[in-house]
């Protein structure tokens, strides 16, 4: 504040010798910043990653520094560049994205931010970036008055940008009404100027379906359907160009992701952003390989519910994709840790004789040990033996619980799902990976209660609960489920 005082002082002793010519613009307050990489941060947020460790604690860092670098940039100081990874989840999809942090301009960095991500930047274009428009002529004290003003109250105001703090502000800030009344013409219009590449989509695939023999075509990328049907017509081509090689995709899902491979359900899988001959490689060279070893991938399951006591072993709804290969390996070592174990002394004697009614989910050795809302025991590879053993004993009475829960409540969030997609006319209806039942339920049980007042904006939209507010690029409406009406 003294370095803004002195510079005041000099300034205003330039002043009396007259007017200096100068463009100047209006710094955006930490409000404004905050609402508008409000997508961004409930895209990123590590809350949404509790089940994947590691990309949690990526975001979590990077956070830390882009928090610290828009701070460096409210303080009028020359920012260090730097390059971050985060990991995004804009539609359920993991996805991962550099992002270059460069300019030394406020405005400039948020919608870079915003646009590395492909999530919309209507609100900071719509934020008038000039104090005066009209004239680029300013008296230098009253541009310098105007640029210590936003300056001094960001600063009283915040003292520092609270990441945390911004997005409960953020979270709290809108209304279900409000907000619809402000953006449901604006998605409207998108997704009639969508209509025709859905048309072209829903054409490409029937057509590989039929031409083919594949079961489904699905795009689990994140992005825009756009983007699926750059993918399609691609495939389109090569396909007709190789089509003895696409014999081995016969009955099979083709999943464009952001992985290549043969994952365990036996979808294949194409990395959107590769090259088409990466694609023909894999689908020549690779899969009847993989094949051979899915074939062995229930034999590994067996084994190692054998050995604890009959447990289920599954597989997560929204678990990460996993390769075959990889698969194996996990269940090999867990299974190798228990039967360590089970020589050493066995199993508590207040054990059932059977785990049959338990699920258990095996993720990589960096996946975390923990008690899905589901009730399922999730465990990484690398679990030493005693620590799982005493988890399973901790845990147990509450897996019983929500196993029983998540059984009555998938069926319920079925019926109002259906109930929601017919009352209100909409599209299409879905929901993010971390909305699990419960959340899903209560939010669809006051959107029919509240039927009368959000008919009219719902109607022949597209509509998906997340945790933020959002309208996408080909005009999906993204509300939180605990939203305020």
């Given at each position: ?19 200096v010519g ?18 961004f ?71 870079s ?38 300056y ?12 945390e ?76 160009h ?7 995709l ?35 060279n ?43 390996n ?65 845990n ?16 319920v ?12 006319k ?26 009368h ?15 933020y ?17």
């Amino acid at each position: 504040m003294a370095s803004e005082v002195l510079c005041r002082h000099v300034l205003n002793r330039i002043l009396d010798r007259g007017t200096v010519g100068v463009t100047c613009y209006r710094y955006l307050t930490s409000g404004e910043v905050a609402t508008a990489l409000r997508p961004f941060y409930f895209s990123v947020h590590p809350d949404l990653f509790g089940k994947f460790p590691t990309e949690r604690a990526t975001n979590e860092n990077s956070l830390q520094v882009l928090s610290s670098y828009i701070q460096t940039l409210q303080q009028n100081r020359p920012p260090r560049p730097a390059t971050l990874k985060f990991y995004l989840r804009p539609q359920g999809v993991t996805l991962d994205k550099d992002i270059k942090l460069v300019q030394k301009d406020l405005r400039k960095t948020v919608v870079s931010i915003l646009s590395t991500c492909n999530l919309p930047t209507t609100y900071v274009d719509n934020i008038a970036p000039a104090l005066n428009p009209s004239s680029s002529r300013y008296h230098m004290n009253e541009a310098f008055r105007q640029r210590v003003y936003y300056y001094e109250h960001d600063l009283r105001k915040e003292m520092g940008f609270q990441m945390e703090e911004e997005i409960e502000m953020a979270k709290g800030a809108e209304t279900l009404l409000t907000w619809l009344s402000k953006n449901v013409d604006s998605a409207k219009e998108k997704l009639a100027r969508c209509k025709p590449v859905r048309e072209d989509v829903q054409r490409l695939q029937d057509s590989l379906c039929s031409d083919f023999g594949i079961k489904e075509v699905r795009w689990e990328c994140g992005w825009n359907i756009t983007h699926f049907r750059g993918c399609l017509q691609s495939f389109q081509t090569l396909a007709e160009h190789h089509m003895d090689a696409m014999s081995v995709l016969k009955g099979r899902t083709l999943v464009f992701g952001n992985d290549t491979g043969l994952s365990l359900e036996g979808h294949v899988l194409l990395n959107s952003g590769e090259v088409r001959n990466n694609w023909l490689d894999f689908i020549k060279n690779v899969v009847y390989k993989r094949d051979a070893a899915l074939l062995t991938v229930p034999r590994f399951e067996k084994a190692l519910s054998r050995v604890l006591r009959d447990i289920q072993v599954v597989k997560r709804k929204f678990q990460a994709k996993t390769m075959v290969n990889q698969y194996e390996n996990n269940l090999r070592r867990l299974t190798t840790s228990l039967s360590d174990c089970q020589g050493r002394g066995g199993y508590p004697k207040h054990w059932p004789e059977s785990l049959s009614d338990f699920e258990l989910v095996v993720e990589t050795e960096a996946g975390p040990l923990m008690l899905s809302p589901m009730g399922q025991f999730i465990v990484p590879c690398s679990c030493p033996s005693t620590l799982l053993v005493n988890f399973i004993t901790d845990n147990m009475k509450e897996a019983t619980r929500l196993l029983q829960q998540y059984k009555e409540q998938k069926q319920v969030e079925k019926d109002l799902y259906e109930q929601c997609l017919s009352d209100f006319k909409l599209i299409a209806f879905d929901k993010d990976d971390s909305i699990t039942p419960d959340p899903m339920i209560s939010c669809c049980k006051r959107l029919l209660g509240n039927r009368h007042h959000l008919k009219q904006h719902l109607s022949g939209v597209s509509l998906t609960i997340t945790n933020y507010y959002s309208v996408m690029s080909d005009g999906q409406m993204c509300i939180p489920w605990n939203w305020k009406l």
